[in-house]
């Protein structure tokens, strides 16, 4: 497997804002660089498109900063076509080892592409991890019923093809995503009944110097507030989905006041009926589990991620790991795209041995960067989970969507099974052991299994492979002969 | 929504012939030419299962596509021939 | 803070740790469980809890799981659904003639032992297990293979332990013995000083470095072991199946890699594949080799495998011990000192025997089997030389 023509100075993990940036930087730096990506087309979560293959609409209007993408991809594909970068799509980097080089094993997606050629081995001598992020979820009574989505799920879907999953949408949470998402209903033609913000917003008072600091975020909100007044959405603060209602198909939410602490207070249920869709969305969860098999040293942020430490030059506590986006703390796109850069100059730039020079794009970037952190900060403390929000739970209610573990057996568990962290509460109920390994409950699990310590969430987060891979793909070429 | 020109695409879901678009995903396939928004059932309470986290994350929305089991529907494209089969439940 | 003395001190509170408690505190002992981390933490949960008669050779083990077996189907049968206690039956493959001689030799040396086996043809083997390959050309079934969820049994033992009277303590590292002379007295611990009249190392593949802290050698050292965990399927594989090879590697003192195929079903659904198994020490790098050997052997005894998916693989630090005998009882090079560890990858399956038979010879009982072969005696009675490797 040791292959030198697997071995690359640069493996970029990730398409999205941060890879793309980086993979750009690094190849135009003159590394000899591999973008690994599990999608088969560029864009990550955030510049999720249509399939380029098959469709003429214009992306750009389902998007922010689309000429920023434009930017990247065309300098990605430039170096591919100029031999300077080799694009793996469809690739999953299910296992990766740190050491000089890195080793990477890469499962090909079984949705794209077929799984006979088994895993490829990869070695690079410095990686850029861009992993990105999924919605963050928490569970509510019926959040299982068909017409409940993420909301980014809803943004997604509507993304790439380019009409919405449902004509009257109720969407609840925390944070301005929730916004975004409304905005992605409302310009594809359906309505938005309600958006549940659980926060009260004050905590954005005193810390209006780090909005100040990000105008471009300003002006998106100021776009976001004018839509949705011009559509007449209502927009509820420290209002909640508690409830979710319907037989085969969500088609109602109970909707409740909370008080400080996330509890709903009693007689301030309100019922929104003939909904055909509901968008949930918690903040997000970066995507961590590379990074935790390469060892790298973590904390929690602001908003209670599990996320890795960087240095200014984006490079982890592995040496030769560096990392760009969410990973690093959920900061949105900008700040994604001002890391990838940094890293993939500094990876790049490091090649001759020296320090690579500071070029005044460079610096921008890391202005950016600091404006940008600071902002998400800011965000986070303005937006917290309503820490009482298992009390918006019936005992039917299911915690583990794919084990359907129930909330009465959960509370069971934790009150008699010292299943009061999280890895007792997995093995004593199954929370987290099917096929989502614990991504959409997650978030419950860490909240009911009180633990604030990053090195409990790192051992929940150690899944191994990355995604669920065939025994096909994992036994190799030989794997075909023995049917 | 805006509709460009489009190519339409014929796919069989649990044997029926299905027409859709090009680019079209097998889920978004399954809402909007069948306006399903349920195609698997959980192995335990029997209950429906459709798009939930839309983007690979939640393995929720299984299907059966040309005989190879358990993909993520909301990732799979649909092409021309295409075999999709679902879980088919009562509503 | 000064905790006052308990009769037992049990370090490690894994499946075997856990049965000692529960058996202890049910006999009127006052019992205390230290752990450095949380219950079921090191192998009890990365293993796949089996209880087999049919990879015994004769000898002392064998008599052990012989003995758990009559707990777990008698004195703890009304508990059976609490850890999902399945009696599902082994079934030994061969795929070939030359390991199918080897097979039945093998089982004339098992029945003489008093293991129960009965040699099945293929169209019975087909009958067992209508998804095996087709390759198969002979089999062997044992109707008292078994299998238990590991951490449901932790995590009810110990519960039933603390309803007994037990104290449990979590994220509590012993740091040192406290003596007095040669006697053992208690333990030091992160949370501070313990005292006990008699201290139990049930500390798995750690269960060297505790022996260490009290100034002996146990060489009971981790044995790495790979399990993969596929996504729920309907029911495709009915009882515990591995291949004829199975045997020798459990039996090996070899250092390299082995894997040989087991597969088996669970109630949840999801069918666990093992196994590998590699001194490696307590080496947490993932070994892709690993993985691909397992990955083909499963295959080839189910090939409708291929096209399943593993949701998650793990790895555990199976208690090795290098005569492949736990080593049970109290320790004559030190007073006060007892062991239950070096279980290997039996320790679910013999935990329950374990626990009752140290109970017995701790209330000063005639114990149901001899403890002697397990004694730690076996091992020099020197303390660890320094700079020595724990095997």
């Known amino acids: 497997m040791a292959d030198t023509e697997n071995t690359y100075e640069v493996a970029v993990i990730g398409a999205g804002p941060a890879g793309l940036a980086a993979a750009s930087e690094a190849a135009a730096g003159g590394a000899h660089t591999v ?57 999953h980097v299910i296992a990766a080892e740190a050491g000089s080089p890195f080793s990477l094993s890469i499962a090909p997606v079984p949705e794209s592409q077929p799984e006979h050629q088994g895993l490829t081995q990869i070695r690079a001598h410095t990686v850029v991890l861009c992993p990105g992020a999924y919605d963050r979820q928490l569970p509510v009574p019926g959040w299982t019923l068909p017409g409940v989505m993420a909301a980014g799920g809803i943004q997604a879907f509507i993304k790439t093809q380019g009409i919405s999953p449902g004509q009257r949408v109720v969407l609840g949470g925390t944070g301005p995503f929730l916004l975004s998402a409304a905005a992605s209903v409302l310009q594809a033609g359906a309505e938005v009944a309600a958006i549940c913000e659980s926060s009260d917003l004050t905590g954005w008072v005193p810390r209006g110097v780090s909005a100040a600091l990000v105008p471009s975020k300003g002006k998106e909100g100021a776009e976001y507030i004018a839509l949705l007044a011009r559509h007449r959405v209502p927009y509820f603060r420290r ?28 007689g301030t249920e309100r019922i929104i009926e003939d909904v055909d869709l509901v968008g949930l969305g918690w903040g997000f969860v970066p995507q961590s589990e590379l990074v935790v098999q390469l060892g ?22 592995v040496p030769g790991l560096y990392l760009a ?49 600071l902002f998400a900060q800011a ?51 199954r929370i987290g052991m099917g096929w989502c390994q614990g991504r959409m409950c997650g978030q419950a699990a860490d909240c009911l299994a009180s633990s604030d310590s990053a090195d409990v969430a790192q051992a929940v987060a150690r899944r191994g492979p990355a995604i669920p891979v065939s025994l096909r793909a994992l036994a190799g070429e030989s794997g075909r002969e023995s049917s | 929504m805006t509709a460009g020109e489009f190519r339409t695409v014929t796919v069989t879901v649990d044997g029926r012939r299905v027409t859709t678009e090009a680019g079209r995903t097998v889920a978004a396939t399954l809402m909007l030419a069948e306006d399903r928004l349920h195609w698997r059932e959980t ?10 986290c ?18 993520r529907a909301c990732l799979v494209q649909v092409a021309e021939g295409m075999s999709i089969e679902t879980e088919p439940m009562d509503g | 803070m000064q905790s006052s003395p308990s009769d037992v001190l049990i370090i490690g509170s894994g499946a075997v740790g856990a049965a000692v408690a529960f058996f202890c505190a049910k006999a009127g002992l006052s019992v205390r469980v230290v752990d450095k981390g949380r219950p079921g933490g090191g192998t009890s949960s990365r293993c796949e809890g089996n209880l087999l008669v049919s990879d015994k050779e004769h000898g002392p083990e064998l008599d052990l799981a012989n003995y758990s077996l009559g707990l777990w189907r008698g004195e703890l049968a009304e508990f059976a659904h609490l850890w999902e206690f399945e009696n599902k039956g082994g079934i030994i493959v061969a795929s070939q003639e030359s390991s199918m001689a080897s097979l039945q030799r093998a089982l004339q040396v098992q029945r003489q032992h008093g293991i129960e086996v009965e040699e099945i043809d293929v169209p019975g083997l087909k009958e067992l297990e209508p998804n095996v390959t087709d390759q198969a050309v002979g089999a062997a079934f044992y109707p008292d293979d078994c299998q238990v969820m590991p951490m449901l049994l932790t995590a009810h033992l110990l519960r039933m332990a603390r309803e007994a009277g037990a104290e449990l303590l979590f994220d509590t590292e012993v740091t040192g013995m406290v003596r007095t002379g040669d006697q053992i007295q208690g333990v030091r611990t992160s949370q501070g000083t313990y005292y006990a009249q008699t201290v139990i190392n049930a500390a798995g593949p750690w269960g060297a470095e505790v022996a260490e802290l009290a100034g002996v050698n146990v060489p009971v050292g981790p044995r790495r072991g790979y399990v993969l965990v596929t996504e729920p399927l309907p029911p495709m594989v009915f009882r515990k199946v591995y291949a004829a090879e199975y045997i020798d590697n459990v039996g090996s003192s070899e250092e390299g890699l082995q894997a040989s195929p087991v597969v088996e079903g669970t109630q949840a659904g999801s069918i666990l594949i093992g196994s590998s198994r590699e001194r490696v020490g307590f080496d947490h790098t993932l070994n892709p080799e690993a993985l691909q050997m397992i990955a083909r052997n499963a295959i080839a005894l189910f090939p409708f495998l291929q ?85």
């Open chain 2, 54 to 71: 839309g983007i690979g994350v939640c393995f929720d929305c299984l299907v059966t596509v040309d005989g190879q089991p358990s993909l």
């Open chain 1, 325 to 373: 986006g969410e990973i690093t703390g959920v900061a949105g796109a900008t700040a994604a795209v001002a890391e990838g850069r940094i890293a993939g100059r500094q990876v790049a730039g490091l090649r001759g041995g020296g320090r690579p020079p500071r070029s005044s794009a460079d610096i921008k970037d890391r202005v950016l960067r600091r404006n940008h952190r």
């Open chain 1, 379 to 429: 965000m986070h403390r303005a937006h917290p989970l309503p820490q009482q929000w298992p009390e918006w739970l019936t005992d039917e209610t299911v915690i583990c969507r794919c084990e359907e573990v129930p909330w009465q057996k959960t509370k069971e568990a934790i009150d008699s099974l010292s299943a009061e962290e999280p890895r007792g509460l997995k093995g004593a109920t």
């Open chain 3, 307 to 391: 096209e399943t998916r593993i949701l998650r693989h793990y790895f555990g630090f199976r208690p090795y011990s290098p005569d492949h005998v736990p080593v049970i009882g109290p320790d004559p090079r030190v007073p006060g000192l007892w062991h239950a560890c070096g279980h290997e990858g039996a320790g679910i399956g013999l935990s329950v025997g374990t626990g009752k038979l140290i109970a017995q010879a701790l209330t000063g009982e005639q114990t149901d089997i001899e403890l002697g072969p397990f004694s730690p005696a076996r091992f020099d009675t020197a303390a660890v030389p320094e700079g020595q490797e724990v095997p």
């Open chain 1, 35 to 91: 973008l690994i990506d599990a999608a088969g087309q560029f864009g990550g979560q955030y510049w999720r498109h249509a399939d380029e293959q098959s469709s003429s609409e214009d992306p750009a209007v389902w998007h922010h900063g689309w000429k920023t993408y434009t930017g990247l991809a065309s300098a990605v594909d430039d170096a591919i076509s100029a031999g300077k970068l080799q694009y793996l799509p469809a690739s």
């Open chain 1, 239 to 266: 209002r909640a989905v508690v409830a979710i209602h319907g037989d085969q198909r969500a088609t109602a939410v109970s909707t409740a006041r909370l008080n400080r602490d996330g509890k709903a207070l009693p």
């Open chain 2, 43 to 52: 192995r335990f309470a029997g209950k429906g299962r459709g798009l939930f």
């Open chain 1, 296 to 317: 790298a040293q973590m904390f929690r942020d602001a908003d209670g991620s599990l996320v890795a430490e960087v240095d200014k030059d984006q490079q982890s506590s």
